[in-house]
């Protein structure tokens, strides 16, 4: 997924269809979350801490749905629990590892236009620290029923956080090194600057 910093998220919108023939599915972000990404176009550093929020939420709701499997209640009217369940966490995974998408997408566009995203890039690893722990709990606590049902979906978050993880860390390496950089030639030439222009140079000789 692709995506321009001025427009809507449009590849978590319209770009969840593999082919013409294709099942369409649903939007992975609610109309709020479609609204907060416009208003922070021209803001990276929210933008990025939105999509953060944006993944927590899902990581959060599977970990209640989790729960409530182990419980027993996920629905009192459901013979199965495990079953009615896996089909809620299936969806959020594939929206989890839409939105990891989408982060990924930002964070790697405003790289190239040179933002400091070193603050950021430590928000993103860890939160996607966190994010792993949930999703490896969930493979080792699931029922029998879920990881039949949830293999593929919980396998695909997994890669598309760990993938993320990655990337984050081998950019923000990248930006303290080049920042680092940066910062010395800063110095050196404000340094420069304080010197007074057109001092003459020490003779060569004295007479």
Partial sequence: MKILAAS???????G???????????DPLNAGEVD???ESAQEPK???????????VRV????????????????????????????KIGDLLAEL???????????EMYNRHSEDLRRPLRHVLDAEADFLKTLEGLGENATALQKRHLAA??????????????SARAMLAGQIEKKGEEKSKEKL?????KQAPGTPAPDAEVR
């Fill in 8 to 14: 809507l998220p449009i590849g978590l919108l319209v």
């Fill in 16 to 26: 969840l269809c593999a082919g013409a023939g294709a099942q369409v599915r649903h």
């Fill in 36 to 38: 907060q990404l416009r």
């Fill in 46 to 56: 929210k933008r990025i801490d939105l999509l953060i929020s944006f993944a927590r």
């Fill in 60 to 87: 959060l709701a599977i970990e209640r749905l989790r729960s409530a499997t182990h419980h027993g209640v996920a629905n009192p009217s459901t013979s199965d629990p495990a079953l009615d369940n896996s089909g």
């Fill in 97 to 107: 590892a839409a939105v990891i998408d989408e982060l990924d997408d930002n964070l």
């Fill in 153 to 166: 979906a919980l396998e695909d978050a997994s890669d598309s956080v760990k993938n993320s993880s990655d």
């Fill in 189 to 193: 030439d404000h340094q420069e600057a």
